[in-house]
């Protein structure tokens, strides 16, 4: 194989690496606009803010909320609108409790 047959080939399993990449990318944002969708349905507008800032602070958490809430949702356990009080309790029982020790020497 000469350098030109092996750059082909380079290009090519880069373009296919770029063209799957991009089909994950979308399919992340389409079940983001439809999270976003369901959340808007469901939080009120202080509730969406605040979890819209947990999101930018900590991702992990924020999907945990949402995936919380969705799950409540299915289950009919959420009627109507959740406030920001109602949220605030979500975040702390998810939150877990951290034991802080002071040792001093």
């Known amino acids: 194989m000469n350098e030109e047959e092996w750059r082909a080939q380079r290009e090519q399993a880069l373009r296919e690496k770029q063209s799957h ?3 994950n ?5 389409e079940v983001q606009s439809q999270l976003d969708t369901l959340l808007t349905r469901i939080l009120t507008p202080e509730a969406k803010t605040r979890l819209g800032n947990v999101r930018l602070v900590n991702e992990e958490k924020y ?6 809430l969705m799950m409540l949702v299915q289950q009919g356990k959420i009627q109507g609108k959740v406030t920001d009080e109602q949220l605030k309790q ?4 998810l939150t877990p409790k951290k034991d802080i020790s002071i040792t001093r020497k």
């Open 25 to 29: 990318e979308e399919r992340r944002a």
């Open 90 to 93: 979500l975040l702390t029982q």
């Open 21 to 23: 990449e991009n089909g």
């Open 63 to 68: 999907l945990q909320v949402a995936q919380t």
